[in-house]
């Protein structure tokens, strides 16, 4: 049961432009939404984190959108990079699952210069 | 960083041998998990642990078993590995400090031929 869909499986972005994923969930208990970030060869590392209870959450060039209603949310980045080239994992967390990631599927983000 | 060791890092094993990775960690943290990360699904829970000797069950437990007998030490067992089970592993923690926050280890590739 996939309970988080990710799109797009893979984004080609020019240096400067905006990189934009998006993520869909099924489960309403759902109360803290992370991206992660993944280089090759290394392990997920949180990148930023929002709870329904706001719109957006900005960090940097990083922004998440969240549509409570639409059971959606968003990862911008702005001014992408090609360091930011990596894979990007969105994930759900709540309710009964506390405590235990549901994740999207990923994308392969890479940008060039 | 939360002071996770996985080992091995690397292994090739022959179908229906038993196999055991190992996870480490230094923070002292409660939770710990074990996922598995395939192309096209993300990463799954395998399972978790919410303290010494207190397991459970994850999305995609069939095949594998855990143990904990120290809070930081969480053990995966393939009892009979098959070539399903060819994937990258790993292994996570959280605590009170950490919030929500879910820290990954490097991974622990594993082949079965």
């Known amino acids: 049961q996939q309970q988080v869909k990710q799109s797009p499986q893979s984004l080609i972005v020019q240096k400067g432009g905006i990189s934009i994923i998006n993520c869909a969930y099924e489960n309403t208990a759902f109360d803290y939404f992370p991206w992660y970030q993944q280089f090759p060869g290394k392990g997920p590392a949180l990148l930023i984190a929002i709870r329904p209870d706001v719109s957006e959450k900005k960090e940097g060039r990083f922004t998440i959108s969240f549509n409570k209603s639409a059971k959606q949310f968003s990862l911008h980045i702005m001014d992408s990079q090609p360091g930011d080239s990596a894979t990007y994992f969105c994930?759900?967390?709540?309710?009964?699952?506390?405590?235990?990631?549901?994740f999207g599927q990923g994308t392969i983000l890479t940008v060039h210069p | 960083d939360a002071g996770i060791t996985q080992s091995p890092r690397h292994k090739v094993t022959e179908t229906g041998t038993p196999v055991t990775l190992r996870c480490h960690q230094t923070?002292?943290?409660?939770?710990m998990y074990w996922y598995r990360q395939d192309p096209g699904h993300g990463l799954r829970l395998i399972h978790y642990?919410?303290?010494?000797?207190?397991?459970d069950k994850g999305e995609v437990s069939d095949g594998y078993s855990v143990s904990r007998s120290k809070t930081e030490d969480f053990l995966l067992t393939l009892e009979s590995a098959t070539s399903s089970q060819t994937s990258v592993y790993f292994c996570a923690t959280s605590g009170i400090r950490s919030g929500n926050t879910i820290y990954f280890g490097e991974g622990s590739w594993l082949t079965v031929v």
């Open positions: 642990s919410y303290g010494v000797k207190d397991t």
């Open positions: 923070e002292n943290h409660r939770y």
């Open positions: 994930a759900a967390d709540g309710g009964t699952s506390y405590g235990k990631l549901t």
